[in-house]
């Protein structure tokens, strides 16, 4: 039996659905969970506060050397301006090689952990057990983003959130280092017309699949009765 630690790996653009479903992933299997998107929003947020500038690539690289990505508050880190500097910083190789070695490290021990980013079943994770690419049309991602930041109080245009939205798909897909695109194994999912429920249980599926065809060793999972 292989006894390598489980990792699933999940990629996809800004409001495709992708931290929701790892997070249940994580549940379901047992399994710890790293949204990845964090750690460079934990990074833009130290710059923001010290004043540097975002282009800044050495105090960047210095900034994620010093995070612990294991105590990330996704509270203050959710602001629109943190995210906005987050994806302005990611296109900084030093930066992404310095966060990509703390996610390895992440995921690496036993009995292993779901992963969600741009760039998992690519560089972060390439040998990763299950490996999914998210997607969504721009304006269905950007109705769910608007939905969700108007329950926690925030009044934004849709529009706006539609137009900020391709900005960033065409950042994270035109970088010169690690560009945001599915690996050649990932399995597909549009979430453009799929309930939270049916992407989960078409994920546990394709989980379920890679695991048996690897022989994999892995927690069983908390089944609801």
Same mark, same amino acid.
């Given at each position: ?5 489980? @990792?699933?790996? @999940? ?21 710890? &969970? ?6 460079? #929003? ?6 923001? +506060? ?11 690289? *210095? ?10 508050? &996704?509270?203050?880190?959710?602001? &629109? ?7 302005? @910083? ?7 090689? !310095?966060? *990509?070695?703390? !996610? ?36 269905? #991602? ?8 108007? !329950?926690?109080?925030?009044? @934004?245009?849709?529009?706006? *959130? ?11 897909a035109s970088r010169a280092d690690s560009? !945001? #695109? ?10 453009? +017309? ?28 908390d089944v609801p009765d």
């Amino acid at each position: 039996m292989n006894a390598a630690p489980l @990792i699933i790996a @999940i990629d996809g653009p800004a409001a495709s659905g992708k931290g929701t479903l790892a997070r249940r992933l994580a549940a379901h299997y047992g399994l710890r &969970h790293l949204d990845t998107g964090l750690t460079y #929003r934990a990074v833009a947020a130290v710059l923001l +506060e010290s004043g540097a500038d975002l282009t800044d690539e050495a105090a960047a690289e *210095v900034a994620a050397a010093a995070l612990d990505i294991s105590a990330l508050d &996704h509270g203050p880190l959710s602001a &629109h301006g943190i995210a906005e500097a987050a994806s302005r @910083i990611a296109v900084l190789p030093a930066l992404r090689r !310095q966060l *990509v070695k703390k !996610q390895r490290a992440f995921a690496a021990p036993p009995p292993g952990a779901v992963l969600d980013g741009r760039d998992i079943g690519t560089v972060v994770c390439p040998d990763a057990a299950a490996k999914l690419y998210l997607s969504a049309s721009p304006e269905i #991602r950007a109705r769910r983003r608007t939905a969700e930041m108007r !329950q926690r109080g925030v009044a @934004i245009d849709e529009a706006a *959130v539609l137009a900020d939205l391709r900005r960033r798909d065409e950042r994270d897909a035109s970088r010169a280092d690690s560009p !945001q #695109r599915p690996a050649s194994d990932a399995h597909l999912l549009d979430t453009s +017309e799929m309930t939270i429920e049916a992407a989960f249980r078409a994920a546990v599926d394709i989980v379920d699949r890679a695991v048996l065809a690897r022989n994999w060793v892995h927690p069983e999972p908390d089944v609801p009765d």
